[in-house]
């Protein structure tokens, strides 16, 4: 074998390994977190029963289907309430994979719903678990790390308006002796948004979410869904910032969505993102957008469910 190409390709394999490793140490929830126009639990535990009702809500997502072993990952939630409203349970799961490593994890929140007003409550949540990751810890024989995952999150809402400030992880996090708070993403949220008949058959849902993280510029989404009958939805969103404040790193990008009422119990979707793939993979042409399918199911619904 030709010396050059060989050491072209180890010196790949080893890029490939320690992008692989630090990038498992934040995607894992990274993955949950994007969800969080379909099920805001994801990123604030006081949305945890604001809806009243049992629901569950799975995901499929694949990046870059023309790549092969490109990242995929399959999430599930489920939250209700119990004591007539008064407290919010939730659970959510994501297993995710990339490239040669797969990452795991679980938790589960709990919120208070207390009225404010006549019009307003008030949801104060907290939620707690572990995330399974296979970084070598060099000073240890183990091949995977689990980590604990802690976050608080309150949630103000009214028919027609919401407001949500949470953290969803508040740890510091090491791996032996070394920190890895550096990839080990904390974000601060602040989210709004809210729900108007347009008229008897349209209703518009506009949200926007500012995203706050250490050494990274400020984040902000907005965007807005329209659903006509109850039936039918479609909506775009708009990423922009949120590029590590030390280089530039263009991460801003479209996400458009399709969703149908199929029945009384069931919801689907498909979503799909502009975003680019990681520098690893920036050699490979053809599209590398993210693909999303998504399965709701909500066994005793009480109405027509907005978020």
């Known amino acids: 074998m030709n010396t050059h ?31 969080y126009v379909q099920s805001p639990m994801t990123i604030n535990p006081g ?3 604001v809806r009243e009702t049992f629901n569950m809500t799975a995901m499929f997502r694949r990046k870059w289907f023309n790549i092969q072993n490109s990242p995929s990952s399959q999430t599930f939630t489920a ?24 990452t795991t994890g679980f938790s589960g929140s709990f919120a208070y719903h207390l009225a404010v007003s006549d019009e307003w409550k008030l949801g104060l949540g907290a939620q707690g678990g572990i995330n399974v990751l296979p970084v070598v810890d060099l000073t240890s024989p183990r091949n995977n790390t689990v980590l604990g995952s802690f976050g608080l999150g309150a949630w103000l809402r009214s028919d027609r308006l919401y407001f949500g400030l949470s953290k969803p992880e508040l740890l510091t996090q090491n791996f032996g002796n070394q920190a890895i708070t550096s990839v080990y993403r904390r974000p601060l949220y602040i989210m709004a948004g809210g729900s108007y008949e347009l008229n008897d058959d349209i209703m518009l849902l506009p949200h926007i979410l500012f995203v ?21 939805g479609v909506g775009a969103s708009y990423r922009a910032g949120g590029g590590y404040k030390s280089f530039s790193a263009k991460v801003d990008y479209l996400q458009v969505s399709a969703e149908v009422q199929a029945g009384k119990n069931i919801r689907l979707g498909y979503f799909y993102s502009t975003r680019q793939a990681e520098q690893i993979y920036a050699s490979y042409s053809g599209p590398k957008g993210i693909h999303e399918l998504m399965l709701k199911f909500v066994p005793s619904p009480n109405g027509f469910q907005k978020y």
């Not at 190409?5 to 977190?33: D, G, W």
């Not at 939250?79 to 797969?102: C, E, H, P, R, Y």
């Not at 706050?212 to 039918?232: A, I, M, P, T, Y």
Request: no cysteine.
């Open 79 to 102: 939250d209700g309430t119990v004591a007539n409203g008064k407290f919010g349970i939730g659970f959510m799961a994501l297993n995710d994979q990339t490239s040669f490593f797969t």
């Open 212 to 232: 706050q993280e250490k050494d990274h510029e400020l984040r902000f989404d907005f965007g807005s869904r329209f659903w006509f009958n109850e039936k039918v």
């Open 5 to 35: 190409h060989f050491l072209i390709k180890v010196n790949f394999f080893l890029l490939l390994f320690f992008f692989a490793s630090s990038q498992t140490v934040f995607a894992q929830r990274e993955v949950l977190y994007e969800q």
């Open 47 to 49: 949305f945890t029963g």
